[in-house]
């Protein structure tokens, strides 16, 4: 199961990767003695990058008992060693003994927000 992030995250990246890439073509079109204007091309790219990544990989991935944050560097926890769970300031705390997951529900849209309040719920554990 995939807990998706918001579209208008993921539409806010595309379009300002565009909007990049377009200044960036035309600063180098323009002036390309300026190596600076490279960077605009740059930005552009590490935009559309990340929507790409992100519209395919999405927040959170729930799968064979495993809640796996989607980042560069994923981090996973088993959903059977989460010993406490924390609700602040939107966010919510999953606790191991080892580790924790830091999960931003405002990044998280509602049908998928409902999805994980659901997964974290069957767990039966104390809720701070």
């Known amino acids: 199961m995939k807990i998706r992030f918001k579209k208008k995250r993921l539409k806010y990246y595309l ?10 073509t035309t600063a180098v ?8 204007n490279y960077g605009y091309l740059l930005m552009g790219i590490l935009y559309v ?10 927040y959170l991935t729930i799968e064979n ?3 796996s944050k989607n980042h560069l ?3 996973e926890i088993n959903l059977n060693e989460i010993k406490r769970i924390k609700k602040f300031a939107g966010d919510y705390i999953l606790k ?6 830091r999960i931003n529900t405002e990044l998280i849209e509602e049908n998928s927000l409902a ?11 104390e809720t701070k």
Do not use: A, C, R
Request: hydrophobic share 45%.
């Open 15 to 24: 379009i300002f990767g565009i909007l990049w890439l377009v200044l960036g």
């Open 115 to 125: 999805e994980l309040n659901n997964v974290l719920d069957n767990l039966n554990l």
């Open 96 to 101: 191991t003994d080892s580790t924790e997951l």
């Open 65 to 67: 008992g495993i809640i």
């Open 73 to 75: 560097i994923p981090k």
């Open 29 to 36: 079109i323009f002036n390309s003695e300026n190596f600076f």
């Open 49 to 58: 990058g990340t929507y790409l990544f992100e519209n395919k990989k999405q």
